[in-house]
């Protein structure tokens, strides 16, 4: 079964920066393309940056030049560096495999999208 967990996030002034980390425990991630998205309040779940086995990386637009997504697949960890973080950058932030999330069965049923906690980060002054 697999389990995401999201670290890192806080509140921080426009400008600052941020270091998110997410552990990947239940699989082994140096075949999957890992993302970062994030969900603002009131608004759906977006992708903000994704890497390849190969550590090919692709960003928003939005992030472009502002955040890093890294991976360490022998820690099985994915991480994000965010700088120049603007109040637009509110919202809770999570990893998962992409394009398809993992799935879960967990309770029974038909398996589902599976997501982590997710870690908030709320840039205010």
């Known amino acids: 079964q697999v389990q995401l967990v999201e670290s890192g996030g806080g509140l921080v002034q426009p400008g600052e920066s941020l270091n998110l980390s997410c552990t990947v425990s239940?699989?082994?991630?140096?075949?999957?393309?890992m993302g970062w998205y994030r969900q603002a309040p009131g608004r759906q779940r977006e992708l903000v940056a994704a890497i390849s086995g190969g550590r090919t990386a692709d960003y928003a637009d939005s992030v472009k030049s502002r955040f890093t997504i890294s991976r360490d697949n022998v820690k099985s960890t994915v991480s994000l560096q965010m700088s120049s973080l603007k109040p637009e950058d509110t919202a809770v932030y999570y990893c998962?495999?992409?394009?398809?999330?993992?799935?879960?069965?967990?309770?029974?049923?038909?398996?589902?999208?599976?997501w982590g906690p997710g870690t908030q980060v709320t840039v205010s002054s």
């Open positions: 239940g699989t082994i991630i140096n075949i999957y393309r």
């Open positions: 998962n495999r992409h394009p398809s999330p993992f799935q879960t069965s967990s309770g029974g049923g038909r398996p589902r999208d599976y």
